[in-house]
DNA sequence: ATTTCAAACTAACAATTGTTAGTTTAACAT
DNA sequence: ATGTTAAACTAACAATTGTTAGTTTGAAAT
């Protein structure tokens, strides 16, 4: 099976419609529509249009949280937690390409879990910073702005699910390492 | 003054609306209750809700165009190009932090001038590829993937409009120097 | 004083929105 | 056969949408 749950096919099959013209653009009856079913009918699964929005967004930020958990409190060296992270962004993206453009695009739109969703969020950020702050410290990364780095490593890492997908025929694995290496090193010969 | 026209005013305060919850979910009574007039007067300056959000991207859209043009056609090194290009974004973004967010999340909401809009944007991409294969067959950058490399520097490049106005006290002259050093340095020491 | 005109207004429209209420269908368990 | 249940349906709602038509305002030009 596809689905574990009708409510499941629904929230990701509206995933699919909001990565292409975002949560306000898509009605329930467009949801319907690419479900072959009416719009009144998709409340026997979901409470509202909101909730489907929370399932998809919460669910992906939580398991960013989760996983930074896991690399922060490890006793790698900088670069590693960051090469981990890198691989932690092309993981879950490439695995929920449509819910992360969710994530990137209408968080703005979550309501009841707005609040919670920032802090998540900020909390990643911080931890992220942390780790750069701590490499330039301990002479692992250039003595540069860490507000920068931190910037451009989020940019990348968050602008993954505009690109995976067109790029069909990619070895995730060898991307990874690629990406890795590029924000490390640079483009410089 | 701070408006050339009335109708730029409504294009600028659209633009301001439209980064705080995408066009899609921006009324033309939200415009015009951030102006202090009633819906029906934004009419007597616009022709449509459309024509608002067309009139911020392409515009917009253009200038990077045109810049590109003189940069691609310069004799400089490939770094030196990349260079401009990195003080082009934070240039363009820095004077339309409101627009530049238009032109990034809801450029597939315009109608009549989308395909018009994708065709810069692959022109413009196709322009920045050049410039880094280039820059890879004669030594002046590592020998990586050049796709990558692309889809780095234009994430960070187009995520400037959501971290530059968090950093009110910037010095542009000095941040642009940062980050093209970061680009093309990397963070390894 | 009168005319002109940009720019505001009121009132309304047809379409679309998310959602609810109540009903039907059809597969399964008793 | 009967009852149960998940999941669909029809019909409708109140609110909101972009937009239009026609009118009023008030300052500048004659």
């Known amino acids: 099976m596809k689905y574990e749950t009708r409510k499941d096919e629904i929230i990701q099959t509206s995933a699919i419609l909001f990565k292409k013209k975002g949560y ?3 009605t329930m009856r467009d949801i319907a529509k690419a479900m ?14 909101q909730e489907i929005l929370s399932e998809i967004i919460i669910s992906l930020a939580e398991q960013f949280t989760e996983q930074m958990k896991i690399i922060k409190y490890s006793d790698d060296s900088c670069i590693d937690k960051l090469k981990q992270i890198v691989a932690l962004h092309v993981g879950i993206t490439s695995n929920n ?7 990137n695009s209408d968080w703005m739109h979550l309501e009841a879990e707005l609040d919670y ?10 931890d992220l910073r942390s780790i750069i702050v701590k490499g330039i410290q301990e002479d692992e990364l250039v003595d540069a702005n860490p507000e920068v ?3 451009s490593m989020l940019s990348t890492l968050r602008s993954l699910y505009i690109w995976l997908p067109k790029k069909e025929d990619l070895d995730i ?4 390492n690629e990406l890795s290496l590029l924000l490390i090193n640079g483009i410089n010969k």
Not at 97 to 103: C, D, I, N, T
Not at 173 to 176: A, I, L, R, S
């Open 97 to 103: 390409q449509f819910g992360m453009a969710s994530l």
């Open 36 to 49: 072959g079913i009416k719009a009144a009918s998709l409340y026997n699964h979901i409470n509202s249009k």
């Open 149 to 151: 780095m931190l910037f």
């Open 117 to 126: 969703y920032l802090t998540l969020r900020k909390n990643y950020e911080n």
């Open 24 to 26: 306000s653009a898509v």
């Open 173 to 176: 694995q060898q991307f990874t």
